[in-house]
């Protein structure tokens, strides 16, 4: 089924949480809503589910509108982040509940609990209570509830962040597995831009009630739109500098010839560098080491280079002989560095070599 | 809660202040017990705190002896209570959950004056009622007795109703929405059952106003066969007529409170434990 949303505002008393937000979702689709808390992404998914009242604004499923159904009738699955497992009922009875609201015959309700419960690994629980369960078990629960009666479009909203990271990571690569099984068009709120990234078709993401940038895992991090998506995509966070501040002394070196050709312009220009994109070697500006963060895989390097801190992730054999007070040549690749007019936030594409072909993209979700 | 650890006089203080209160609310129970279980006309001075002779005379005599009252006063009772408990179950129900979910413009104040409307005497009602009754033809028919109690038990029923609603969250409301349930079955399914412990609350305290009540009987009916056995006990004490026939007024009187003592022993674990919402949410 396919989700629109048009021009989408909500506004509460002189607040305004969503700001005239449009959004279309391709059947089959898994679309996630990153943002900070408070920017509207629950809002706008409490929109869809039918329990948020709209300023304006439409929403169509596939070309039927949808805005006044109530909630019971629109045929959703959501998922919420507390789960809202019924308390007095078994697991067997809680994820039998919408079909038994749905007055489905006795037998094929049965064979749809039982495989449902298959599908999320719940199988072995069915006559336990909601209190016997642990964090992991219950959120399957509230899946499998939300996927018993095969919805048109399944709604997630912070499934993950009431369990453990161990547990996360296992967990979202699950929901994606089922989602992409049972082909359902599905929308995940997080404020967890790498859960977004790690199984999103496409990522919206949002500050302050609107769309800020919208697109896929990987053209969204190799080219984010705005200053803020640059901000909040990524992690470690980008290397963000404002070129007309004192501490920019690192990318005004690193990238003296293309601020030339900027001119005057360069005073206006905010400018980023991905930390896994700084480069540390025996070439480049000196840099002297602050910290090192020993992250598993990578090891995150605080440095000062000419008056700018700078975070680099570097590979561990790289940095082995490096400690805090050591020096390092620090250098980054011209294509690696992006640019955003400070007075609108607003990427901008430097001028010369540095086309958008240059532009490094790495494989992500 | 957690228990403290208690010096050994602590808990001798504790034991002493257990056993005082025990004294004194079991005495009366007592007394009321060893004098309804003997034989009429033994009751005389001195009197002895253990009964000579045991019998049940006193019981059938009141239930259906010539000089009883019968068992129609107990009927009445009956149905004041339970009438009493069902219909303020049911409007407390719905009046806590309006105030506990809606946002009233008036709900704090009137959540205020319901339970204000508690600290009220009930004498301070009474000539009203009366004068009331008289006039809307209300007077001396069991409707408008069952009316007065319920009218009664809905303030603080409505009080409590409010708090229990507010515990459960609104959460289980959305969900069982999203899976498709109308209003009314999500009021059936998942409001009453996790509700249950206040709502038998509200029903066992309405319940026990309508079983037991005397002075509202007595000032709002008058023909025998609608009142309750609480006034027609009184008969037993006439004293211009011999006195007071104790025996037989004990044991009218145990016959009132053993449904009130059922009633509390079967729903004691309901009642005391509150309910397991905590479960729904977070893990």
């Known amino acids: 089924m396919r989700v629109a949303i048009e021009g989408l505002t909500v506004r509460y008393g002189p607040v305004v949480a969503v700001d005239n937000l449009s959004l279309t979702i391709a059947p089959g689709e898994l679309l996630a809503l990153v943002g900070p808390s408070g920017c509207g992404k629950t809002t706008t998914l409490g929109f869809v589910a039918g329990f948020t009242r709209a300023s304006a604004g439409r929403l169509l499923f596939d070309d039927r509108d949808v805005t006044t159904l109530p909630a019971q009738r629109r045929n959703i699955g959501y998922v919420f982040q507390d789960y809202a497992i019924y308390p007095h009922m078994t697991v067997a009875q809680n994820i039998r509940f919408p079909l038994e609201v749905a007055k489905l015959p006795r037998r094929e309700a049965d064979r749809l609990v039982a495989q449902t419960a298959e599908l999320v690994g719940v199988g072995g629980l069915l006559s336990r209570r909601p209190h016997q369960l642990s964090g992991g078990q219950r959120q399957r629960v509230a899946l499998a509830r939300a996927l018993v009666k095969r919805p048109g479009v399944l709604l997630l909203d912070e499934p993950l962040s009431n369990l453990d990271a161990h547990l996360r990571a296992q967990t979202r690569a699950e929901i994606r597995r089922l989602q992409l099984e049972l082909g359902m068009t599905t929308i995940l709120v997080t404020h967890d831009q790498s859960e977004a990234l790690a199984i999103a078709d496409r990522v919206a993401v949002m500050s302050e009630g609107r769309i800020i940038g919208l697109d896929t895992p990987a053209a969204i991090y190799a080219r984010p739109l705005s200053l803020l998506c640059a901000r909040l995509i990524g992690a470690p966070p980008m290397n963000i500098w404002a070129l007309s501040d004192p501490d920019a002394g690192f990318p005004k070196q690193a990238l003296a010839p293309v601020l030339e050709a900027l001119g005057s312009a360069a005073a206006r220009t905010v400018v980023g560098v991905r930390p896994e994109q700084v480069r540390l070697g025996p070439t480049g500006l000196p840099g002297s080491v602050r910290l090192l963060e020993n992250l598993g895989r990578d090891v995150l390097v605080h440095l000062e280079v000419a008056g700018s801190q700078v975070r680099a992730l570097a590979d561990p054999e790289v940095v082995a002989s490096l400690g805090p007070g050591t020096s390092v040549g620090v250098s980054v690749s011209p294509a690696s560095w992006h640019f955003f007019d400070a007075d609108t936030a607003v990427r901008i594409e430097p001028p010369g070599r540095l086309a958008p072909d240059g532009v490094v993209v790495r494989e992500e979700g | ?283």
């Open chain 2, 1 to 283: 809660m957690e228990l403290m650890e208690l010096s050994p006089v602590q808990r001798a203080g504790r034991w002493l202040a257990l056993a005082l209160g025990l004294l004194f609310t079991l005495v009366p129970v007592f007394w009321v017990l060893s004098v309804a279980f003997r034989p009429a006309g033994s009751f005389t001075f001195p009197v002895g705190i253990v009964p000579s002779a045991l019998t049940l005379d006193n019981f059938s005599i009141v239930l259906f002896g010539a000089k009883g009252i019968g068992l129609r006063p107990y009927l009445n009772a009956a149905i004041y209570g339970l009438s009493a408990a069902l219909l303020t179950a049911i409007i407390s129900s719905l009046a806590g959950y309006a105030l506990a979910r809606y946002d009233l413009r008036f709900g704090r104040a009137l959540l205020l004056m319901f339970l204000a409307l508690n600290f009220l005497p009930a004498a301070a009602r009474v000539v009203p009622l009366f004068l009331l009754y008289v006039r809307t033809d209300l007077y001396d028919r069991q409707i408008g007795l069952v009316l007065a109690y319920v009218a009664g038990a809905t303030p603080l029923g409505i009080w409590l109703m409010a708090g229990t609603i507010r515990q459960i969250p609104i959460r289980l409301e959305q969900a069982a929405r999203i899976d498709g349930a109308g209003a009314f079955t999500v009021a059936w399914r998942i409001l009453l059952p996790l509700a249950m412990p206040g709502v038998l609350v509200v029903a066992t305290l309405a319940f026990v106003d309508g079983w037991n009540s005397f002075s509202l009987p007595l000032i709002l009916t008058q023909r025998p066969e609608v009142q309750p056995y609480t006034v027609l006990l009184r008969q037993f004490v006439q004293p211009s007529e011999g006195g007071v026939d104790w025996t037989l007024l004990a044991a009218g009187s145990l016959l009132g409170v053993i449904p009130v003592l059922v009633a509390f022993a079967l729903l004691q674990s309901r009642l005391v434990g509150a309910a397991d919402v905590g479960g729904a949410v977070k893990g």
